[in-house]
């Protein structure tokens, strides 16, 4: 960490100040004296020095970092991919490119196992399914809740895929004990409380992006998992909200890059919110993998014009089916290939 | 709602389509027939009608609200001002401009009473301080959680100030109950089941707009609370998240005079987590109050540079209370008053 | 085009106001009386039709576009692709991936001769550099400028390749007669007097979009220049401008399927700018690919520590090899062959 | 200029890279050594140094400006308030409110001037008018252009209100001689050939911020202007572009005082444009004058319903007569006085 002070302060200031910065936080402070202005050096693990507190003090122009302030999912200190293997099949990371495809609403019985044998059919390792549904209106469905969660197994038992559902509160966790991957929502990526919780659980977590959230608070996030005690993480990118309004969310494709470099943790992209329109899903999911992905997360409902929720981005299992065909072709081309459910 | 159709729609698909709309939605839907298109009506209430649902419909071309979807929120169904009145003079709304002044962490006895005691001196109708603190590291500090509470609960004692903080978890509730306005943080606008929680209870909830959140979005937010069983909900523009990194979040002004035009919910405005710098509270708190806000949050600090957080944007005691006596002043020309405690 | 009016409205004031619209806009107007509100469809080709015009009339609610607003750019009135081909294999559209390599900026005979074959070598079909730059700053380089041009000139002759420059000003024109492809930059791309000059020449524009424009705007600005009579228009995303800051702008990768299937003009994809960071160039420039992408624009310098701008985001000679070889790999897996200049 | 060296940089290469950096530019470089990396300090004017090309080397980690980049527009270097005055009265800055008002288009003579004697009436200091407009779209109306610039120089007279208007390329600026103000519009804002020329020019410049431009970018476009000899420039800001759709643009009220404290030059609010509904124009220009802002720019139509432009957003004589007097009350308050026009 660097800090410029203020032109004009005395040694003695600086002094008082290094002194005090070093009992703070564990840190050894060098001073530079320069013509105009004085600049300090703090050496050690700097992750836990409160910037904003340092930039807050009168003698202080400017702080900069210059180590990352996430450790754990920091690439620098554990080089090699994380993986997140299920089992018969189902992983992603390590080269195993993993689709998780299903509805965006658990809605019946019917519909769920039919989702889920399609995509399975069609290539997808996971079967993805919301019962707590985050919904921007209280008059809006809101998910089947603990029914969906039963009708998500039930469809597992039936295909042997693992399942992956979003979690809205640390109050439900009980009812999650037999998910597979625990999703957490764009909305909640800074639900600080929530991701503590998840930390203490044994299962993978499928943490996204948030709306207004840039890729260091991604890594903020997956750290407070990762520091109580969960290192299984995989990324998500889903798009971030900009001025354009003709897709629902911009994706960020160079989250992908990025993500990968910064940190060994899995990256999974979701065209389907990122655009929010069906017919983009396609070349989304095809750039994502071009990018580096290691997984993609699609929402497939047999009847979108009638599902309960995000219609308008679903695919049919038909398109579905032609999008993991495309996927199986173009993966080789990047170092990838497909995880596939064997049961 | 406007559903414009795609060209082509043969008049059979059009009356079974409509068909369906009143069936699902309890609407009664008329038919335009234009030269190219086919326009619908949907004449009643249209809130909880699923627009993307409709949108998803192969035969739909576009879709537009022509009613808010909110409705419990509204001014249209309320015309008259909701005021938050605590008596003894702490009241927020309905001409009375209600100041929420105090540290953004509650660090220890010494420090809360004595912001509480200098803030209530200068004018401040309400105290805040935080005791649950969303940090964006784990390593940074947490907040003194439960005794930070207590510490709160004590400073109200001696000052007689209300006490205002935030809330992360639905799982806290019970900790709150002596509290008496509940906050809910930006990071947590759209935790949807702690807004179902927080309906549920008697107090009044100070809910920040997230910093990628639309002001219709927090409107929604809003009517999450309101929708179940709790009408007492002020809004609280603090600044969203913009291209800009000059200030820490752009304050949207604009939002003061829409959520009143819009709501008869009372609205503050925060410019010390809006801007993210000290000196610029003043001229923000001041444009706010010009813009119509009832009520502003403010950090006061006795001590910023030490403060364990947000030292760089809080005042000290003498600041705010120079800025407290500029409002007191310029309030009656904008039809104002400043809520003054009385004990 | 749809628009709803206020409640209350006579039928007296719905006529009066049809009339006017038949008259203003050579359109015809049909009403549609519902029980709570009346809504008009306007017939015709309402292009011209000024919607903030309308939007403003006391009587009127709210104003829908149902046709887009731009016509000679538009897909529906010319399904088929325009091709940009300058001949000897330099291509752009129709299936031929056409890359432009090149420095940021032209800085001396030596480094242009040799970039330019050192690309051509590698596979670019046509070769890049700023004559004329855009700098935030007055006292950063400015380029050139006529000797730029001069010694782009020179470069084409030992090449072969065409040239691609950028253009500030109209009064400059005269000196970019024997220019291939003329540039419009980002920062310029609603200078509106610009692009109506622009289309009275008879090159190629490549037409980037600019940091914060919407997709449909950048179409109603190729739409100028093909309004005043040059159809020749290549779009170019760049990135656009978001709270992100680890990349210089955000790539909006579905920018490149919509404009393709909104429009009939080829679209290219810079990721040199929109990343502003070298070692994304190439899993940008693949994710463009894949995406859809037509062409690549592509910063190029034989030593970029030295360059005398945008350093940061060139490719050295040696890895632009290396990404011109990996795209001629994937390029007919999504249905492209690379443009290669034969001389 | 602080830049951090990647680690396991050797002394000969620190060495060789300070001399590189004070050869090329006139600097001074301090180097410290610290245990895990190397910073260098650079000394003297580094305002011309180019950030970019330093981060582009291959042993640099980061830099930091330490210093602003612009000078001839920074408050360190001429403590004074700039005060843009034109005579009897018509006065920007120095305590001097400056209300610019009048229609978004010139229309005909009658409505200028009819517009020109009611704004002067009710309390403008200057009279503003398009003749050359930027439209998105090619088909919409464009302005009267000379002949509108004629037209404003007839209500001048009739009315003695300095006129106010926007320029759009270099070519037109010979019919601008007889203009008083010279607007640029926010799409020109790094419009550079413009700004090059308008600084040679001897007529003050009202410079608006673009859509997406920082408050560092638009003062350093008013350095361009100042830098090419002219250092009468008006600041604007006029809304920008975020993800908020309710508005047209967000109105960045931050910017007022931070450009206040940055720069010397008068900082003028446009709450026409930055809301584009006319009934927000009142709250925002009451939050300008609140923030400190000297001066305002309105949109006045005397026929808002059938403007050629902007319609939505601008006021009727009468309700800029109200708003001219709610400003003339509170501007005291805030240390200013209403510029009024004495003929």
Redesign the interface.
Known sequence: M?I?LKPGVTQKQVEEFSRQLEKQNSV?V?A?Y????V?L?L?GDT??V?I??I????IV??V?R?QE?YKKANRKFHPDDTVIDLGNGSAIGGGKLGIIAGPCSVECEEQIVQVAQDVKTAGAGFLRGGA?K?????????GLRAEGLELLRHARKQTGLPIVTEI?????LVLFEDVDIIQVGA??M?????L?ELGKCDKPILLKR???N????LL?SA??IM??GNSRVILCERG????????RN?????A???LK?LSHLPVVVDPSH??GIS??VE??A???????ADGLIIEVHND?????????Q?LTPAQFEQLASRIR??AP??GKELSVRQD
Do not use: C
């Open positions: 660097i410029v050894k060098n530079w320069g013509e105009h202005s600049v050096g050496l992750a836990a409160d904003e507190s930039g807050a003090q009168d122009q400017s900069k210059v302030p707590f985050p919904r921007t209106s209280p008059y809006a469905f809101q809205m509160s640390p109050a439900h909305r909640n800074q639900n600080f409380e929530l503590k948030g709306l207004a840039t890729i260091e608070e903020m750290e407070y520091a109580s971030i909200r900009t001025f354009e309004t003709m897709t911009t994706l960020d494709i160079a992908v890059p990025l470099k990122a655009s017919w983009l070349p989304l095809l750039a994502a993998v071009a990018a580096g979108p014009p009638h599902a309960l929720s995000d219609g308008a679903s072709e173009i081309l990047f």
